[in-house]
């Protein structure tokens, strides 16, 4: 009976991919704040953009094929859903008048410039690295991505990736190395 069981929960799984699409969803979600906080460079909006992309795999489940990547998928989510919102903020930014703009209190732009753990002086350096090097760094560094898959995120030649790599690392180096 058990076998029996087992056998018919795993062609549920293989048939439908939706037990396994939770199942990954959950699994990747401290990945998936982990690289959202490489890209925001705020463990607040790190959440949010972390739900935000959740929400929309949820909403889009039926789009990804069971056999996939479903990490490369997830991230490409995440990395559209902080540019959604960095798009947002600036067209809200442009619409402030010069006035209004000082009584905008945000967070300190260079968090953990005072934390005593590498992790957090690694985290406060790469917020002061480009858009680009900062989500190459973000997959292969962080997260641990090779190049190919961190490549296609991207949707950016290898060698291009390499370059971004290479330049961010150094700066990273460079940045923590004065701290």
């Keep these: 009976m058990k076998r029996t069981a087992t056998r018919v929960s795993s062609m549920k799984l293989k048939g439908i991919g939706l037990d396994a699409f939770e199942e990954g969803l959950s699994a990747m979600l401290p990945r998936l704040r982990r690289f959202a906080h490489g890209l925001s460079r705020s463990p607040a909006d790190a959440d949010d953009l972390a739900q935000i992309a959740v929400e929309r795999a949820l909403r889009a489940r039926g789009q990804w094929q069971p056999g996939t990547r479903l990490d490369s998928w997830l991230y490409r989510i995440t990395r559209n859903a902080w540019i959604d919102t960095a798009r947002a903020r600036n067209r809200e930014a442009a619409r402030l008048l010069p006035e209004e703009a000082g009584e905008q209190v945000g967070e300190d732009p260079r968090p953990g410039l005072e934390a005593r753990l590498d992790l957090d002086r690694m985290m406060a350096a790469m917020a002061h690295l480009p858009e680009d090097q900062r ?32 330049r961010g690392r150094n700066a990273l180096l460079a940045l923590v190395g004065e701290g």
Excluded at 139 to 159: D, F, K, S, T, W
Aim: aromatic share 4%.
């Design 135 to 166: 989500e190459a760094v973000a997959l292969v560094l962080i997260e641990g991505c090779g190049y190919r898959e961190a490549a296609e995120i991207l949707e950016i030649p290898v060698g291009t990736l390499s370059s971004r790599l290479v």
